[in-house]
């Protein structure tokens, strides 16, 4: 594979099973690299071997004063230092091939795992992580990818000069034979300690990434709270403990790094020591001595890469730890049987929420945590038992989902939808559209069906036309969908901000996440953007919160009238916005309570008042109380007058 060819056309199915098998699942995929990297490696390092040889015999030749000889040396060292220089330089580019496809593979199944959960993605894995996954994580794994291919190629090489040296003077060649070995494994009792605290030090780094990542995306309300001091104290806290934990890692790596000085120095030393002695005696020639001393010290250059090797692992291995818990997650969906698109009523077998199709329903919830989820659900992503346990769902949804399937009626009125099923029992249903589970539906017909906006929707960097530029039905134009959404001053905002006098606000440049604009307009635009998809279903949660009432009544307005006979449910709890819903929902602990019209549901219906109103329970308490004091006094003053009625009759008879 090389750098021209890619993107992959298809990453792969990676093994997520553990950090290691990842790693080798990288390791197969990049076979041929490995093998063309190997290849290169071993004529670099082999040649290198050679050299000793090649200047043994030019020192041997002077000695014995052969200038054929010398000369033939001298060619020698001349073909070596080429052969040193080509396999150097297609070694080092084979490596970093090998680093930057393994890091595009990886980068690509992180690409595909996000578009695949959407949104969900971060209710289930902290921004943080992935941001550390997508960005640190995977140089390091593409580090460990590159590494691999020249530590094998050092192995290799160190084998052949050892059984070369023994061949060519078993006296010395013995020595060395056995010492390297050694030398190679002397610091494998250290390398679980210094993982641990390599380890130590990227979760630290982590958490203290994800603590940056949430401080700057909640910059704007911590300045208005005046909670940036406190925020910026709790990150000098987290970087002091990973500046700490780097420094105690960096300690144990600095004593792996001397002990591979100081014992090969030993050998050096015992070397010269026993080779000088051998040569004095005469049972060694001069020139025999030089070229096993030379191979020797030669021969430290590729065991550094036994060094490189075990760092590259003990970094990579929690970096792919991490990725494998990012790509280990799946939208639970059964095999698709359905291709085409279903239309209906959407309608949720835990809560018993129904939203009839063509109709504009607004749901209040008075816990947002639940709404997000049920918005979560809406689009598809189920979950299973487990999972809704672990985020604080719904209690007893497997109960609920059983009363559906024994054809009892929740509050909306409506039985269970065909297709709810008693799944396993960890299992949650999924919702329905039209009677078909989103489940069954392939992922780019599940996203057509139906799209979720949650209350903190992502602006891309671009202009506004590459904003707007998403897949659609194309009944809605970005003109009207601008409109419905109220976004007049918006436009003139980025025609102001457009480096182009009189310039187009399609064509102007929005920065990243819309920082240049205020909240309400970035939600305005995240809304504009819905919109244009027209979707069967469109679920929005709490799409006007960062509006001015005024500018909420129009946008409700707007949205209520671009989405006539199309489906849409809306989590909101403004007034503004329930009075023109076709149907309200009121879901309270995790199931339909009350369904009606927004008015009369004020009048009927108590925590639907207390959600709206925001009243608090002392508040409720004494209304309640009041309302008790007015039914007494009203009755005793009936009481009194009909006492005065009986009297008056006695009297007359």
């Keep these: 594979m090389h750098i021209r060819d890619l993107p992959y056309a298809d990453p792969g199915d990676p093994d997520v099973r553990s950090g290691p098998r990842f790693l080798l699942w990288l390791g197969r995929n990049q076979i041929r690299g490995q093998l063309t990297s190997l290849s290169w490696g071993l004529l670099h390092q082999c040649s290198i071997a ?3 040889l090649a200047v043994g015999f030019a020192v041997q030749a002077v000695v014995d004063r052969s200038g054929s000889r010398l000369a033939l040396s001298g060619g020698l060292i001349a073909v070596l230092g080429v052969l040193i220089a080509v396999g150097d330089t297609m070694l080092h580019r084979t490596a970093v091939t090998n680093w930057i496809t393994a890091a595009a593979r990886v980068q690509q199944l992180l690409a595909r795992k996000t578009a695949e959960l959407g949104a ?16 640190g994580d995977v140089e390091k794994i593409g580090w460990f990818v590159e590494a691999f291919s020249r530590f094998a190629a050092a192995a290799v090489a160190l084998v052949l000069i050892c059984v070369g040296l023994v061949l060519y003077l078993p006296s010395l060649g013995a020595l060395v034979a056995l010492a390297m070995p050694l030398l190679a494994l002397a610091v494998l009792p250290l390398l679980p300690r210094a993982t641990r605290r390599a380890d130590l030090q990227r979760e630290k780094a982590g958490k203290a990434t994800e603590l940056a990542s949430d401080t700057v995306a909640g910059l704007r309300v911590l300045r208005g709270i005046g909670g940036e001091e406190l925020f910026l104290g709790r990150y000098r806290r987290a970087s002091q403990e990973v500046r700490r934990a780097a420094v105690r890692s960096a300690q144990m790596w600095s004593l792996i790094s001397a002990i591979q000085v100081l014992l090969p120095g030993v050998l050096l030393i015992s070397l010269v020591v026993y080779g000088a002695t051998l040569a004095r005696e005469g049972r060694i020639e001069v020139g025999q001595l030089v070229t096993v001393y030379s191979a020797a010290t030669l021969m430290l250059f590729p065991l550094r ?17 991490r990725a494998v818990r990012v790509l280990s997650l799946h939208r639970i969906a059964e095999p698709s049987t359905v291709d085409a698109v279903p239309s209906g009523d959407l309608y949720d077998p835990v809560t018993g929420l129904m939203a009839p199709s063509g109709l504009f329903t607004a749901v209040v919830c008075g816990d947002p945590d639940e709404a997000g989820r049920l918005a979560e659900r809406l689009g598809g992503h189920a979950g299973t038992g487990a999972e809704t346990g672990a985020q604080g769902d719904v209690p007893d949804a497997g109960a609920k989902a059983d009363r559906a399937d024994d054809g009892s009626e929740g509050a909306s009125g409506h039985g269970p939808a065909n297709g709810s099923r008693k799944g396993a029992p960890d299992r949650v249903p999924s919702v329905l559209l039209g009677g078909v589970p989103l489940d069954e539906l392939a992922l780019e017909a599940a996203r057509t069906a139906v799209l979720v906006q949650d209350k903190d929707p992502v602006l891309l960097s671009g202009t506004l036309r590459e904003l707007l530029d998403v897949p659609s039905s194309g009944r809605v134009t970005a003109e009207d969908a601008l409109a419905a959404a109220q976004c007049g001053d918006v436009l003139d905002a980025l025609a102001q901000a457009s480096a182009v006098a009189d310039g187009d606000p399609m064509t ?21 953007r819905s919109l244009v998809t027209d979707p ?14 005024h500018t909420e009544a129009r946008v409700a307005a ?12 809306v989590f909101a709890s403004s007034p503004l916005l329930l009075d023109l819903a076709d ?10 309570v009350a369904v ?12 639907y008042r207390a959600v709206v109103t925001r009243e608090t329970d002392d508040e409720i308490t004494d209304r309640t109380a009041s309302e008790e004091t007015t039914t007494v006094t009203t009755s005793t003053i009936d009481a009194i007058e009909e006492i005065k009625a009986i009297e008056e009759i006695e009297e007359r008879a």
């Design 50 to 52: 050679g050299l000793p």
């Design 596 to 607: 009606g019209a927004h008015r009369e549901l004020l009048h009927t219906e108590p925590r």
């Design 536 to 549: 069967e279903a469109l679920v929005l949660d709490e799409p006007t919160s960062a509006v001015d009432s």
């Design 305 to 321: 890469h036994f060094e490189e090797i075990a760092m590259a692992y003990s970094f990579s291995r929690p970096s792919a730890k």
């Design 120 to 135: 969900a993605l971060t209710r289930r894995v902290a921004a943080g992580e992935v941001v550390a996954v997508s960005t």
């Design 558 to 569: 707007g949205v209520k009238a671009l989405r006539t006979g199309r489906t849409t449910v």
């Design 508 to 528: 102007t440049r929005i920065t990243e996440r819309g920082r240049s604009l205020s909240g309400g307009q970035r939600q305005r635009l995240a809304l504009t």
């Design 583 to 592: 149907r309200v929902v009121l879901v309270h602990e995790g199931t339909v």
